[in-house]
């Protein structure tokens, strides 16, 4: 019984992108996303803490009914591009390798 294992792709196959054209190829720069990313964090964190009365940080004006749950969903929003941009970039580089 004779048993071989497929071989990786030769490196000459291999196409490499240098940093500027993945910068131009993606449009907008990771930085912003990160931060979209850290800001929604930071008003999930919040809307917690309002949900569950553990702070006050909110002014009398915008205490309305459920405010925690809407900071929340803000939070969640405000995450959903770099999830997107991160899964995009995954799909990209598995279908690059493509065993």
Same mark, same amino acid.
């Given at each position: 019984m004779n048993m071989t294992i497929d071989r990786l792709p030769e490196e000459k196959n291999l196409k490499t992108?240098?940093?500027a054209e993945i910068d131009q190829s993606t449009g907008v720069k990771?930085? !912003? @996303?990160m931060l979209l990313d850290l800001l929604g964090v @930071? @008003?999930?964190f919040w809307g917690l803490g309002e949900? @569950?009365?553990? #702070?006050?940080? %909110?002014?009398? /004006?915008l205490s309305i009914n459920h405010i925690g749950l809407i900071m929340i969903l803000l939070g969640f929003v405000l995450t %959903?591009?770099? #999830?997107?941009? !991160?899964?995009? /970039? !995954? /799909?990209? %580089? #598995?279908h690059k390798i493509s065993i």
């Open positions: 992108e240098s940093p990771p930085a !912003v @996303f @930071f @008003f999930i949900q @569950f009365d553990r #702070l006050d940080w %909110l002014p009398a /004006s %959903l591009p770099f #999830l997107t941009w !991160v899964l995009k /970039s !995954v /799909s990209k %580089l #598995l």
